[in-house]
């Protein structure tokens, strides 16, 4: 027994001690890649002497002699910080991600190959101007220089996830930098879905009935259009089968409501309390881990630069100089139009086009795959656009047989100068200026928000307008017969005269929240499909209840949490609910149905993370929205993920008979808004005890509303995920200007999934006092303690300073690299 117990003693011994090796080993060889900010060398590339001071923050600030060594110092650090992200996006962009990870990512690999994405970044280089194709072979040499660091010193392959997937990684090129461009306007594309969508309800409701479920913005009206089944012969339309949405997190697709969002507030001099126009700027996007968003400093030629930027994209998106201001805000342009093309019967590689059938463009195309065969594809393109596989936002549902969907989009341009525009507006110095750099600007269409140094301040819609005719069957709402002359573009309105453009406005305030910012009739309308209805009011009222503004009130506005909605919504729902005097003995459902509703009686709507209302709040409105939709919709009920205000507004002040979704058809009875009100009370009562606890005063809304920034790869993985996972309890809701837009879906519906992963605030009354934060850290690295350091004061709502001023990133750095050409 004695002998047993010895060796079991030495056994057990033996693997706790091969354990503390392996994690000792793993540790090494994972810390062997974190970045040393302290260091002088010698780099090939290089033209001249670069130095890059890391401030307390981490945040490179750059300097050179030239702007081509500028540029190669921001590759370099980024290459540093945020290799694995870049090399992802990467590869991304050119549909090679199934070399790492298998078959789960074939069909966005496939996607990618069918927008043949590459190809167009690669043919659009030739386009760029001479400053911007500098800016570009610059930035890709500072990154080729740490990639033969790394293999030279052996720095553990340059990012941790690389032990785990292994691959060799091709030098950078100008290409890649613009493909990661376009890959943004796939993050940012949401019309394609919004017309598929639109198709699907209109075979299963009636006209009025559609305008409940998606309800134009309001304002001036259109004209009616006709089903979408009017379009095409109706015994050809395929029966709808439910739609589940991609949720593999490193696809580039997603559903509308994910497809951007952002908020920028400008003040002229004359609204400001300190003589200096203001601009703050959050723009919206998934959250991860990092962040994709990169703070960074440069020193041009043209003066010094500050702001956000996205790995791989040497600009500066948002930020500053010492002249000017500008951020972005996505513009929900219709840039997109499905087109339905028929196929000849007696030959399906040709399609019909209005002087007869012309054959498909086709090209081949190799997937690899990792463990498995290569698979070739055949990709098709019509005159319209690629030809889209039916699984695709559940194209195929209302695609008629023997016909197939072909998408029209300005981001497919070969020649694409979007970013030689950037670069013309981060160099601009003042307002009139950016808005006339923006001329080139394609894809993704942007709101840019601007403020410069002498008080003006201005808006301006950039990039491409399709130019449709008036007569367009659909008005690009929803797909159309792509072989009629009437639905196709031709080509793009005029920049100068019909993108929406606002200079120096009267009342010294401009701002966006992806409202519906013009109103006027088709086809210079911008969009049919708007982001915003709720923020733009809490946003209007916040800037007209103080006659000027500084800094601390543009901070305010970014950070507050009051939804309009709810103050909307909750009367409106709990009208026939509230004060009915109703015995309620202690422990029965009415009992708890009294608590919550005194509950949300006393409550000012304000979103607040430590607050039990809002989560009380958002799972009745949600439950009241599934109960209403669920009867008349069927599985298309599964396509709405989150609260259309403006349909339940409109379902219970009974606007053209909208009361009617409060009946349920399959029942005998007709119910009233009152019992279905109730009813998802009860429901959403139920839900939350389940999950949460019975106690309602003892729930925090923040313990719903985890803001999620999760490692795309590594997030999934058992125990690798709590190192490499960022989870706060956050303020703010899906309709709150401390926007923080719920996941929808699953178990935990109320996680926070998408918001403003950089805030900028910028006062050129004290340029210096500007402030910036970022929703994690500069680093990609999760051993380092940047890897979340900014996140800390993100949640808090805290910034970091912005300034120009080389002395002050010297004074308190964490290290200086000095660069000399080898």
Known sequence: MKRVFTWLLRITVALVALCTVLVVAIYYLAARSLPDYEQNIQLSGAHGPIEIVRDTAAVPHIFAQNDYDVFFGLGYAEAQDRLWQMFMMRRTAQ?????????????????????????????????????????????????????????????????????????????????????????????????????????????ALTPERVKDILPDVPGEGIAALPAYAALFDQTDLPKFASYEPDTNPLSPFNEMDFAGASNAFVASDTRSAAGGALLANDPHLGFSAPTIWYLARLELQSGGVIGGTIPGIPIILSGRSEKLGWGVTSAYLDDQDLYIEELNPDNPNEYRTDKGFEPFTERPTIIRIKDQAPQTFTLRWTRNGPVMPPDHYSIGSITPRGHVAALAWTMLTPHDTSFSAAYKIMTAKSVPAAIDAGEDYIAPAQNLSLADAQGNIGMKLIGAMP????????????????????????????????????????????????????????????????????????????????????????????????????????????????????????????????????????????????????????????????????????????????????????????????????????????????????????????????TYGSKLQSLRWGDAHLATHDHQVLGEIPVLKYFVNIHQSTSGGDDTLLRGLTKGTGKDPFLNVHGAGYRGVYDFADPESSVFVTSTGQSGHFLSRHYDDLGVRWRLGEYVPMSLDPELARAANLGITHITPQ
Not at 148 to 173: D, S, V, Y
Not at 504 to 520: A, F, H, Y
Not at 628 to 638: E, V
């Open 467 to 690: 130019r449709r005719q008036a007569n367009h069957q659909s008005e690009g709402r929803m797909p159309s017969p792509g072989w009629l002359s009437r639905n196709r573009w031709r080509g793009r309105f005029d920049y100068r005269s019909v993108n929406p453009e606002f200079l120096n406005p009267e009342g010294g305030i401009l701002g966006n929240t992806n409202n519906k910012m013009v109103d006027r009739p088709f086809p210079e309308h911008v969009s049919f499909e708007w982001g915003d209805t709720e923020r733009i009011q809490r946003f209007q009222r916040l800037m007209q209840a103080r006659k000027v503004h500084t800094r601390e009130s543009f901070i305010e506005a970014q950070l507050d949490t009051v939804s309009v909605t709810a103050r909307t919504l909750l009367p409106l729902i709990g009208a026939d609910l509230w004060f009915t005097g109703e015995a309620a003995p202690e422990g029965t459902k009415e009992r708890t149905r009294q608590i919550a509703l005194q509950m949300l009686a006393d409550w000012n709507g304000e979103m607040n993370e430590h607050m039990p209302e809002p989560l009380i709040y958002s799972a009745w409105v949600r439950a009241l929205q599934d109960r209403l939709i669920r009867d008349d919709l069927g599985p298309l009920a599964n396509r709405f993920h989150h609260v259309e205000p403006l349909f339940i507004e409109r379902v219970f002040r009974n606007i053209d008979g909208a009361s009617q979704w409060c009946d349920v058809r399959q029942s005998e009875t007709t119910e009233t808004c009152a019992q279905m009100a109730q009813l998802a009370l009860d429901d959403a009562l139920v839900w939350i005890s389940e």
């Open 95 to 203: 549909g090679r991600l199934s070399e790492l990870f298998g078959d789960r990512t074939l069909k966005v690999d496939q996607l990618m190959r069918q927008l043949d994405l590459y190809s167009l970044a690669t043919a659009s280089v030739e386009a760029q101007t001479p400053e911007a194709l500098e800016a570009l072979t610059g930035y890709a040499a500072g990154v080729n220089a740490r990639l033969r660091e790394i293999n030279e010193k052996a720095l553990g392959r340059g990012t941790p996830e690389m032990f785990l997937f292994p691959a060799q990684i091709a030098p950078w090129t100008p290409a890649d930098s613009l493909a990661i461009m376009k890959l943004m306007s796939v993050q940012l594309s949401g019309h394609l879905e919004a017309e598929v969508l639109r198709a699907q309800i209109s075979m």
